[in-house]
């Protein structure tokens, strides 16, 4: 099993920043692939961003790339998304998972990340 913590989400202005962070504990040697997703009010969850597990390779959806990016620092078993020139657009639950699969195309799939965090709020003031 593995553990997964976020913390780092509020209230924030448009144009602010914030800084996600997911602590994993546990078996972490199952964090291959590692992701973002975030579920807006009254719509379905969706991929944000990814990351393998040596960090090389890295993805982001259209709508955030440019302005968000996620790292991991496995020495300190975390994972951070930085958020930039946030909109109100990106007001949501943000919701770290761990995936045991070897990272690939399919990085963006639900189905493909076994453990999931509670989930953070962001909220984005116009």
């Known amino acids: 099993q593995v553990q997964l913590v976020e913390s780092g989400g509020g209230l924030v202005q448009a144009g602010g920043s914030l800084r996600l962070s997911c602590a994993t504990s546990g078996r972490t040697f199952n964090t291959n692939r590692m992701g973002w997703f975030r579920q807006a009010p009254g719509k379905e969850r969706e991929f944000v961003a990814a990351v393998s597990r040596s960090g090389s390779s890295t993805d982001y959806a259209d709508s955030v790339k440019g302005r968000f990016t996620i790292s991991r620092v496995n020495a300190q078993n975390t994972v951070y998304l930085q958020m930039n020139s946030l909109k109100p657009e990106d007001t949501a639950v943000y919701y770290c998972?761990?995936?045991?699969?070897?990272?690939?195309?399919?990085?963006?799939?639900?189905?493909?990340?076994?453990?999931w965090g509670q989930g953070t709020q962001v909220t984005v003031s116009p």
């Open positions: 998972a761990a995936g045991i699969r070897f990272y690939s195309r399919d990085y963006y799939r639900e189905p493909t990340y076994d453990y």
